[in-house]
């Protein structure tokens, strides 16, 4: 059984610009959850999907955008990149109608903007 | 969605028991109580969950009173490897749960 795994590791792009972040999902996951956390900040929730539809957003502008495949593997686009978009990305899987909010979290992709 | 409250930081000494109490007064019935651990540029990794009393693991063990507005997450004989920070999360895990993340709790393990 393989876990969470997102690439890439690190990316640095510059403002305006747009950017892709990939995450595959836990074996057995059918539900995929993203996260941007800031420096000394807890994780904030972006989005979730299940099915292949968003399920659920934050407080976040259509910017950041995400895509689910029937496989369960997961995409976070973001657009127009502001300085601020500097963070760790985490992508979580989960099992729906799985007991409580256990979800198991990827390394993270650490995206730069300058 | 239940709001956690947990202090922002604590210092404990190797050995030592440490216990981190979370607050959530305004917890659904349906929900669960979850923690996590996270290192450094790291993502989260889940400790332990309950609904009600005691439950123990290999890691750690989580004590919820009667009422279920609090919960405290123990962790025995800590280690300087347990340094990290520590989220207390309530929720269901239905399809409209959205999971909060508060600030967390850095514990800091001292040799």
């Known amino acids: 059984e393989t876990g969470v795994t997102q690439s890439p590791t690190h990316l640095i792009k510059t403002r305006g610009q747009q950017v892709t972040l990939r995450c595959s999902s836990q074996s057995g996951h059918n539900t995929v959850s993203w996260y941007q956390q800031a420096l000394g900040q807890g994780p904030q929730f972006i989005f979730q999907?299940?099915?292949?539809?968003?399920?659920g957003r934050g407080n976040f502008p259509p910017r950041f955008s995400g895509l689910q495949f029937p496989n369960y593997s997961s995409e976070l686009n973001v657009n127009a990149l502001e300085l601020d978009d500097s963070a760790l990305y985490l992508c979580?899987?989960?099992?729906?109608?799985?007991?409580?909010?256990?979800?198991?979290f990827g390394p993270g992709t650490r995206l730069t903007v300058l | 969605l239940a709001k956690t409250t947990q202090p922002i930081s604590m210092d404990s000494y190797e050995g030592q028991e440490v216990n981190i109490t979370c607050s959530h007064n305004?917890?659904?019935?349906?929900?669960?109580i979850t923690w996590y651990q996270q290192f450094p540029s790291q993502g989260p990794r889940f400790i332990i969950q309950?609904?009600?009393t005691k439950v123990t693991n290999e890691v750690a063990s989580l004590f919820i009173p009667a009422d279920r507005k609090s919960s405290t997450l123990s962790l025995p004989r800590v280690s300087l490897s347990d340094t990290a920070v520590y989220y207390c999360l309530v929720g269901d895990g239905g399809a409209d749960d959205k999971i909060i993340f508060g600030k967390g709790t850095r514990l800091h393990i001292l040799p």
């Open positions: 999907y299940y099915r292949e539809e968003e399920n």
């Open positions: 309950g609904y009600k």
């Open positions: 305004n917890i659904a019935t349906n929900d669960y």
């Open positions: 979580a899987s989960s099992v729906r109608g799985g007991m409580g909010n256990e979800q198991f």
